[in-house]
């Protein structure tokens, strides 16, 4: 098993629609997790990270289950610049994190 | 304030040749990680750099080695090229102090063709 798995997609979503996307680990002691956006050919950067209670930033949800070893994200009204891959990160006790291979979205007009 | 700076930006090298690929840290950064991206994959972690030790390494052959200078900047080396050492090489850096929020800020990487 994968230490971090998403499902690679795409997403294809018309605008204003709400996407979720889900991502797994399997190191139970993981102590940090964040979601990255990575445009095509540009390099990843940080999207939000992602707390206990959960939290959100303007449009963007994210959401940690530890019981269940998953985190998500919810985009609301989704926007054609929202177009890009979305990268799962948990870093564990090691402090490396760990990225996941990444969730296509494709937000069409 | 300038971000983490890579080069080169694309090369382009023949099976067996060697290759060095040079990154510096955001200002105020003092770690140094470097990630191979193959087309379709997530970054995968090569190893990390702090006081000019390699401090963590993931699952890559010797071939991948590293340096730290004093001023934090680092270099990849990679011997012996493989077809499959074609990819995006991607330099993170992060402070270790008490301003580590565990972001991690990404160069535009160097692309890197073997062929």
């Known amino acids: 098993r994968k230490e971090v798995e998403q499902d690679p997609g795409p997403f294809n979503v018309p605008e204003g629609a709400t996407v979720a996307f889900n991502c797994t680990y399997s190191?139970?002691?993981?102590?940090?997790f964040f979601w990255y956006r990575q445009d095509c050919r540009k390099e990843p950067k940080l999207l939000m990270s992602?707390?206990?209670s959960g939290n959100e930033d303007g449009r963007f949800t994210a959401q940690l289950n530890r019981a269940s070893q998953y985190i998500s994200l919810l985009i609301r009204d989704s926007k054609l610049s929202d177009s890009a891959t979305y990268l799962c990160?948990?870093?564990?006790?090691?402090?490396?994190?760990?990225f996941g291979r990444g969730t296509s979205l494709i937000v069409h007009p | 304030d300038a971000g983490v700076t890579q080069s080169p930006t694309h090369l382009i090298k023949t099976r067996g040749q060697q290759v060095t690929l040079r990154c510096s840290p955001k200002s105020g950064h003092d770690t140094v990680s470097w990630y191979q991206q193959a087309l379709g994959q997530g970054p995968q972690f090569i190893f990390q750099?702090?006081?000019?030790?390699?401090?963590q390494r993931g699952n890559f052959p010797d071939r991948f080695s590293g340096h730290q200078f004093p001023n934090y900047s680092s270099e990849l080396n990679v011997n012996a090229l493989l077809l499959g050492d074609s990819a995006l090489y991607l330099c993170?850096?992060?402070?270790?102090?008490?301003?580590?929020?565990?972001?991690?800020?990404f160069g535009e990487g160097s692309r890197l063709t073997v062929l």
């Open positions: 993170a850096s992060s402070s270790s102090g008490e301003a580590n929020t565990g972001e991690l800020f």
């Open positions: 990160v948990v870093r564990g006790g090691s402090y490396i994190p760990t």
């Open positions: 750099y702090y006081e000019e030790e390699e401090r």
């Open positions: 992602v707390y206990s």
């Open positions: 190191n139970s002691a993981s102590q940090s």
